[in-house]
């Protein structure tokens, strides 16, 4: 192998290199936003157990299955919320506790002590 060819495969190396890292930095910052805000909020509880329960059922195909089902289940009864004017909770929000409405730009709106 000649240094002609050697600075090749090095100048390729590099070249793929920069092209892993542009993609990389495009799915990070662009893809990554887009897909996490349009994700249904599925705690780990939902889906560990009902995998495990497929598995021991069917195998991986019934893990498979078990994840699809759950997921529908939660997808349904999301939309159902939002359809009767709830908020969709994001995945860290913890559990949702009904109370007063509150305003942000008045201190003690909707306070019944008030």
């Known amino acids: 192998m000649g240094v002609r060819a050697r600075f090749g495969i090095v100048a390729g190396a590099v070249v793929l290199a920069l092209v892993a890292v542009v993609v990389q930095v495009v799915d990070d910052r662009l893809v990554q936003p887009r897909i996490e805000g349009a994700s249904m909020p599925v705690g780990a509880f ?3 157990v009902p995998g495990i329960a497929g598995f021991r ?3 991986a195909g019934g893990a498979l299955v078990a994840f699809v089902l759950t997921l529908l289940v939660v997808s349904v009864a ?7 004017g709830g ?4 995945a860290g929000d913890g559990p949702v506790v009904p109370g007063p409405a509150v305003s ?3 201190p003690g709106a909707g306070d019944p002590a008030v």
């Open 104 to 106: 942000p730009t008045r």
């Open 78 to 84: 999301v939309d159902r919320g939002e359809s009767r």
């Open 57 to 59: 059922i069917y195998g």
């Open 87 to 90: 908020e969709r909770p994001s």
């Open 46 to 48: 939902l889906t560990v």
